[in-house]
């Protein structure tokens, strides 16, 4: 493994998600059906908010966003998720620890160290949110790719949480298509300004997981990173330029190399320049660039991609709202393309 550092320049449900094919909600679809454009992936219980006005993570923004996505047409193609079980849970985390969040048997230091009070109504959220990812991760392999409306969990270690994070719902997400749909190689692409420090602890030592987080060097949390398989760390300040001089260096390479046959996706917002906790100065311009590349080099591989909002931060929750906008707008006009990856994976599956 190496590090770059570049220059500025419920409770418990039983049984698991079967692994066919989804089908859209047509009771979440608006009144006036718009062109279907990409799989979106949301639950009502996204309007779940269970933890106390004025609360620094901006838990509404789930809800807000899709609320967003109905007005601009963007979410003709809705998927409803379903809460993973247990089992599901534990291919990434300790059961122990999963039983304990569960059944609220969890420590308080644990709850403190994750940052949210424990409630059956967090427990209903947290569940529903892997769910999410897990049912991207299905939808990336019938249709190419698939964007959740939450997710990027990826400070959940495998027997703690932490910072805000309970569960890593794209590291359940791998587990789970590699268990349910035989996939070999995967590909995490975290692009939060602060280093997927649990994903990388999840997978250390796993070959058929490569982990790569591009990240600010300057944040202060995590306290203590863990070691991708790729980090590249870039400096406070990172300007939209910079920013894509790094992305487009490590990336393809990196497809090219591992011919992943899952991409999981991490689009954290968090790297602009008037985010309330990142220390990046990228655009509204330069994060839709970003996503627009990522998708864009995932088809040009044949690499399907799943992808998770990640982190934003600010008190006017609709900026944040924004902000994520920009990832369904790049999905959108790169759906076409990627589904051509998906009927590929498609292809390769039966083969296999």
Known sequence: MRSLILPRALGRQAGGLVWRRAASSAATAPAATPALTHPVVYHDDFTINPIPDGHRFPMPKDALLYARLRQLGLAGRTFRPEPPSADTLSLAHDPAYVQSFLDGSISPAAMRRIGLPWSEALVQRAVIGVGSAVLAARLALQFGMAVMCN???????????????????????????????????????????????????????????????????????????????????????????????????????????????????????????????????????????????VFAACAAAGAPVAAAMGGGYCPDHERIVDRHVLLHRAAAEHAPALAAAGAAAARAARRS
């Open 151 to 293: 997710g990027g969990t990826h400070h959940a270690h495998p027997a703690h949480g932490s910072g805000w994070c309970i569960f890593n719902d794209q590291a359940v997400a791998a587990r789970a298509a590699q268990r349910d749909a035989g996939i070999g190689q995967v590909l995490f692409v975290d692009l939060d300004v602060h280093q997927g420090d649990g994903t990388a602890a999840i997978f250390r030592g796993d070959p058929s997981v490569f982990t790569l987080s591009l990240h600010c060097a300057a944040q202060p949390f995590p306290h203590s990173l863990e070691r991708s398989d790729l980090d590249v760390a870039l400096p406070a300040g990172t300007t939209d330029e910079q920013y894509m001089q790094a992305l487009q260096e490590v990336l393809p390479p990196l497809l090219a190399r591992l011919r992943p046959q899952l991409v999981l996706y991490n689009a954290g917002v968090d790297v602009h320049a008037e985010d309330s906790l990142g220390k990046m100065a990228l655009t509204d311009a330069g994060i839709l660039a970003r996503d627009r590349f």
